[in-house]
């Protein structure tokens, strides 16, 4: 199967910073997802994004599938950003998902 | 969006024991999916429920042990038989478009 890597596995910010989070798949794909899981477990579509770039408020993603690899940018970090950042691609409508990355935000 | 719904919403069992999920969706799908995220892990994909026909399981997965039901295009179930510690974890029904995921299924086994 499509095998998906993410980094890095833990983040800490101070509220105010921006970081940007990596995800590697080693084969081409249908789509791809990224995901926000917050602390009581509901996993939240941020970006069905299978090429190019999109932003949607702080948040931001690029998928350069030819290279196999999407970036998520978080700008203005809040608390509320706190959560684990999964990646996922789309294989058939099946998803295939990353470790995820842990992002801690402190006020 | 559609709206998914399962339960019960998290529940503590006995080993040994079975527990039925339940997914409700308010429109009709095509597919529906099963997931399983063990503590602490990432997602990972049981089994795709099609009406009409039986679920396709994932490597690792059998139906012995998560039957599936999928008996119109709104809902399915999802059994954990027989059930030890090792399947406590968060189960969570999909759907392949907005919101993805319904809230999920935390179990519990002692």
């Known amino acids: 199967g499509i095998q998906v890597e993410q980094s890095p596995p833990d983040l800490i910010l101070q509220e105010g910073a921006n970081s940007t989070l990596r995800c590697n798949f080693s084969?081409?794909?249908?789509?791809l997802q990224w995901f926000h899981q917050n602390p009581w477990g509901q996993l939240i579509n941020l970006f069905y994004i299978p090429s190019g770039t999109k932003q949607n408020g702080r948040l931001s993603a690029t998928t350069v599938a030819t290279e196999r690899y999407s970036l998520l940018y978080i700008s203005s970090s809040q608390t509320t950003d706190s959560g684990v950042y999964f990646c996922?691609?789309?294989?058939?409508?099946?998803?295939?998902f990353g470790a995820g990355t842990t992002v801690t935000v402190r006020a | 969006s559609a709206v998914i719904s399962q339960k019960p919403s998290r529940d503590i069992c006995q080993r040994g024991t079975s527990l039925t999920i339940q997914c409700q969706v308010d429109?009709?799908?095509?597919?529906m999916f099963w997931y399983r995220q063990q503590p602490g892990q990432s997602l990972t994909l049981i089994a795709t429920?099609?009406?009409?026909?039986?679920?396709?399981?994932e490597s690792g997965f059998v139906i012995d042990k998560f039957p599936i039901s999928r008996p119109n295009l709104t809902f399915s179930t999802l059994t954990v038989s027989n059930m030890s510690p090792e399947d406590s974890s968060i189960y969570l029904c999909?759907?392949?478009?907005?919101?993805?995921f319904g809230p999920g299924t935390r179990l519990t086994v002692l």
């Open positions: 999909s759907v392949s478009h907005e919101p993805f």
């Open positions: 429920a099609n009406q009409g026909s039986e679920a396709t399981y």
């Open positions: 996922a691609v789309e294989d058939w409508f099946k998803l295939s």
């Open positions: 084969d081409s794909v249908n789509n």
């Open positions: 429109s009709q799908v095509t597919m």
